[in-house]
């Protein structure tokens, strides 16, 4: 099916990048603004960094109070947040039309004149909060800390990706007021930021209201540098082991992928699918219904931009059975998709829910805007939510296989096994 | 600095309006064209009350529920996901406190097919044994996964806790360990029997359905199940008991914990409530809904104790809970629980013109954008269809709203907080248990994680 989205684009003199989809279907407008930083960018010693920044952008700005960000904008009728990831961070609200230009000149003071209002104490206080987040998500929970531990295990050290997003606790002690202004002057400036406008405006009202309220800013951020060049898979096996007191033992299988928006991420993406992903995948036909001794197997993708993108399958090992086992059964089913290539079947199921799930995401105006900010700040491919599933469907069978059997064979994985302790490893 | 624009107010909304049919078996139809969503949400619920289950065999509804697609008449498990999955047909099913759900989404041109299987997934399972034990197994490891989550732990708690045990909602709704245990096929190809029929049944169907005979597709498909025996059990007509000593503190134990899970709860209205529903939203938004509600202005952003603390009120088919949960700083966990208790009371004593028009904003102006996807609106409608209402009710609910003022919002909220807290606390007990007791917000006592 062709998507149509209408996608009109404006550069400002400041090297602000504007993109306007006009969509009258509800009467409101999301803003959404990517900036070309994240924790791929933090200094050693400063991870987490990036995202205790995006805390401090609510904490008020040159003309906005601390906090006023979130009540001014939830008071006329606006959904708001902000998130952090490897490869960049973004500001989002969808508010009514009448609330838009509001949202735009409250955006433009805070990536215009966030220091202004950056004091030891609104630091102090977001550290604290951040740490919360991090206990809440990372350290109270779990298999809590699997993803970090697989970060660290696929990728080298001194890569970008080594590190999490959340960073340390040591590292967010470490931050002070004068690491909050280098960082915005080095990375948050208008030539280093995407605006996208989906809802219901013109793309002469989104642009006239970008220029008013963001020309004036300056061209203040460095020059982005160039992104990593591609790593190769990892030759030899990497394995980590935690005994802890988990429910059931619990194995992160991992894999360096090839970068994100290619032909060939796309088909290790459709590999991983169908080996793992999919309610029919070869692992859940085989581990979970046939010989049940997985409760669970799935797989996800996740596209990076720095030389390299990350794959992992996760196995719920069923109570009593071996985990060494089921691994090197999943491990056949790796080795015999990489030789032979998915079936048409196969194809025909993973491009079915891509598909659905493509569709699904742009139904809403937030995310549509979200994926346009994405495609045109990280791959300058603002025009991407059209021609994505057309991409899609044209990679073939061959190239699915291709791809596992460069990326995804068993001597490229890195394995984080969860391990139920017991008693005497308990005590 | 070019001068801060003033906002422009929205124009009044409504929900969208729906079309209704009846299919020849019985079941209604509700459907929802939203030009542009190119995935059709097709949601079907079936009132039945978790008290139909056996007390014995808890959870069989849950578990019938996510056996509807592990084998038909027609086709085996295996098959049945192959086929659902070429056609890009996600499908989900579960029981919740007022009926059971199964829940399709479908890209729009694949909606012919999908209500086919869905309708094959209603009324020819056939529960094949090797299934049965899968999926009981697979409840039992997911029982020992909610037990090791704190937030789940805690839910798990307070309705043991706030519920009299004599009550089913003072139980999961998943069914415990050794109710699961108890299961045999034969008792869930019983309960589908009994229970699992196009009586009472409401199908919404929302998306662009342009170009589409929604209800002739619908009559095709899932208007042609049959089943004569159907059994129509009624839910109780007054909410579900208030333990006798619900007021009181209960620490979960874990040794260790970093941080501790607060549930901190009352009773709550249903959305039949006298006085109407629309101060209730309200309220939670003010109190708990936002990282600068009463709640988290101390908690997060004066005291930096929690990520985040939310409010909410829950509605159940008759009567309801009000509920605050989340997160604290294990070394923070009495001051915690005091600020909490005292910044919830506050609410009885009023709230400002600016609290009252934020809260009322914030949930009516919001409501295009909330429900501006085919999924948002086929699960509100599908939602109150469980409780034999209709969308009129939420376009009626957000012009209630309107209205309202702090003396309203105060009077619905002493209705139902009244200082007579449950409170479960999730963390290391031994670091807190005997200065909680100190509060004078009940008795303390600690049970295992």
Known sequence: MPLDYPIHEKTLPNGLRVIVSPDASVPNVTVNVWVNVGSRHEAPGRTGFAHLFEHLMFQGSRNVASGEHFTRLMAEGGRLNATTWFDRTNYFETVPKGAYELALWMEADRHGHLLDAVNQENLDNQRDVVKEEKRQRYDNVPYGHALIETYAAVFPPEHPYHHPTIGSMEDLDAASVEDVHAFFRRFYGPNNTVLTLVGDLTPEEGFAAAERYFGELPASAEPARGNLPQLAPITEPVRVERVEDVPNDRLHVAFRLPVDNTEEFFAAHLALDIIGGLATSRLVQRLVRREQVANAAQAHAMGFVDGVSLGFIVLDIADGQDPDTVEARALEELERFANDGPTAVEMESALAQAERSWLHALASQEERADVISQHALLHDDPQFVNTYLDRLMAITPEQVQAAADQWLRPHSRAVVAHLVATEEEAA | ?449
């Not at chain 2, 808890?58 to 019938?64: K, N, Q, R, V």
């Not at chain 2, 970093?258 to 409530?273: H, K, N, T």
């Not at chain 2, 930096?304 to 159940?316: K, L």
């Not at chain 2, 309107?402 to 963390?427: E, F, K, N, P």
Request: aromatic letters at 6%; glycine letters at 10%.
């Open chain 2, 1 to 449: 600095m070019s001068t801060r624009p003033d906002v422009i107010p929205p124009q009044p909304w409504a929900f969208p309006e729906p079309q209704r049919h009846e299919l020849a078996n019985g079941i209604s139809l509700v459907t929802y064209d939203i030009p542009g969503q190119y995935v059709v949400s097709v949601r079907t619920v079936l009132p039945l009350p978790l008290a139909a289950e056996p007390r014995e065999r808890e959870g069989i509804a849950t578990i019938t529920a996510r056996l509807l697609d592990e084998g038909t008449a027609r086709h085996t498990s295996e098959e049945f996901a192959e086929l659902l999955e070429r056609k890009g047909i996600a499908l989900g099913a579960g029981m919740s406190d007022s009926g059971l759900s199964v829940d399709l989404d479908v890209p729009k041109r694949r909606l012919a097919e999908a209500l086919d299987l869905l309708r094959q997934a209603l009324g020819e399972p056939v529960f094949p044994q090797a299934e049965v034990t899968r999926h009981l197994k697979t409840r039992l490891a997911e029982i020992e996964q909610e037990r090791a989550m704190a937030p789940q732990r805690a839910a798990r708690e307070f309705i043991a806790t706030f519920f009299d045990d004599a009550d089913r909602a003072s139980r999961p709704s998943g069914g415990t360990h050794e109710s699961v245990s108890a299961i045999a096929r034969e008792d869930i190809v019983d309960f589908h029997r009994r229970f699992v029929g196009p009586r009472g049944m409401t199908v919404v169907v929302a998306g662009d359905l342009s170009g589409l005979d929604v209800a002739a597709l619908a009559g095709e498909s899932l208007g042609q199940w049959v089943h004569d025996g159907q059994e129509v059990a009624e839910g109780a007509d007054a909410p579900a008991a208030r333990a006798a000593d619900a007021t009181r503190i209960v620490l979960v134990d874990r040794p260790g914990s970093v941080q501790s899970e607060l549930s901190v709860g009352c009773a709550g209205p249903d959305r039949r409530v006298d006085g109407g529903w629309s101060p209730y939203p309200v309220l939670a938004f003010v109190l708990g809904g936002s990282p600068n509600a009463r709640v988290d202005a101390v908690l997060r952003e004066e005291k930096g104790f929690t990520y985040g603390i939310r409010s909410g009120f829950r509605p159940r088919r008759r009567g309801g809970l009000f509920l605050t949960n989340g997160s604290v700083r294990a070394d923070s966990t009495v001051e915690s629980v005091r600020l909490l208790l005292d910044i919830l009371e506050s609410g009885r004593e009023g709230f400002s013109e600016s609290e009252v028009r934020a809260g009322v904003d914030f949930i009516s102006k919001t409501a295009p954008g909330r429900f501006a996807t085919a999924d948002a609106v086929a699960d509100e409608a599908a939602g109150l269809a469980l409780e034999g209402l209709t969308t009129a009710f939420t376009t009626e609910n957000l012009q209630a709203m309107q209205d309202l003022d702090s003396d309203a919002l105060v009077t619905a909220y002493t209705r139902w907080v009244d200082r007579q807290w449950t409170v479960v606390v999730v963390g290391d007990a031994s670091l807190y248990a005997d200065q909680l007791k100190e509060l004078g917000r009940g008795d303390v006592s600690v049970v295992p994680n």
